[in-house]
T-cell receptor, first 116, second 114 residues
Framework: DVKVTQSSRYLVKRTGEKVFLECVQD?????MFWYRQDPGLGLRLIYF???????EKGDIPEGYSVSREKKERFSLILESASTNQTSMYLC???????????????FGSGTRLTVV | AQKVTQAQTEISVVEKEDVTLDCVYE???????LFWYKQPPSGELVFLIR??????QNEISGRYSWNFQKSTSSFNFTITASQVVDSAVYFC???????????FGTGTRLTIIP
């Protein structure tokens, strides 16, 4: 059963801490994404990566960074956590087949982060 | 830039009623893909359907049906004879050709009352 695994389901951190959210996929997907989900705002893209060591900013990258050292793993880093980063974080991966137009996404179960 | 609007924030219906979730999108691209996802209380987004911009044929899958109309930039989702297990947050999303990113709407929380 193919999947995207996020290391923590719930996480509580203190303001100012450095926080790592880990995501691993076992589908050999090229692309990986980090989204943030907030009530009334839907899912907003933080960062994505289309290859190892490659990354691009999404719509709300401020306060976040990412790391992709291996194809299967994509980490989201909060350099200095703040209370306004309390949210649900969803990781996703996808393959892209430009010629055939097939785009498949798989999402993880999410990490609910609370910053106190 | 792309935008997806789901004007219905929350909907409640009694079990066995039909319900339609609205989705309106904006894009200047001529080739794009539209998606619907379901998010049950467990949190994981479950893929429901993908539609290509060049295929306006409506689709039915069991109790689910989708109405894609390019003339009104809408991609609406209907659940027939709703069941309690349909209770979830539903997201509509858009992706343009050559762009790896999904743009999501704000979601519609659907509650089916037994």
């Amino acid at each position: 059963d193919v999947k995207v695994t996020q290391s923590s389901r719930y996480l509580v951190k203190r303001t100012g801490e450095k926080v790592f959210l880990e995501c691993v996929q076992d589908m050999d997907h090229e692309n990986m994404f980090w989204y943030r989900q907030d009530p009334g705002l839907g899912l907003r893209l933080i960062y994505f990566s289309y290859d190892v060591k490659m990354k691009e900013k999404g719509d709300i990258p401020e306060g976040y960074s990412v790391s992709r050292e291996k194809k299967e793993r994509f980490s989201l880093i909060l350099e200095s956590a703040s209370t306004n980063q309390t949210s649900m974080y969803l990781c996703a991966s996808s393959f892209s087949r430009v010629r055939t137009g097939i785009y498949g996404y798989t999402f993880g179960s999410g990490t609910r982060l609370t910053v106190v | 830039a792309q935008k997806v609007t789901q004007a219905q924030t929350e909907i409640s219906v009694v079990e066995k009623e039909d319900v339609t979730l609205d989705c309106v999108y904006e894009t200047r691209d001529t080739t794009y893909y539209l998606f619907w996802y379901k998010q049950p209380p467990s949190g994981e987004l479950v893929f429901l359907i993908r539609r290509n911009s060049f295929d306006e044929q409506n689709e039915i899958s069991g109790r689910y049906s989708w109405n894609f109309q390019k003339s009104t930039s809408s991609f609406n989702f209907t659940i027939t004879a709703s069941q309690v297990v349909d209770s979830a947050v539903y997201f509509c999303a858009l992706r343009t050709f050559g762009n790896e990113k999904l743009t999501f709407g704000t979601g519609t929380r659907l509650t089916i009352i037994p």
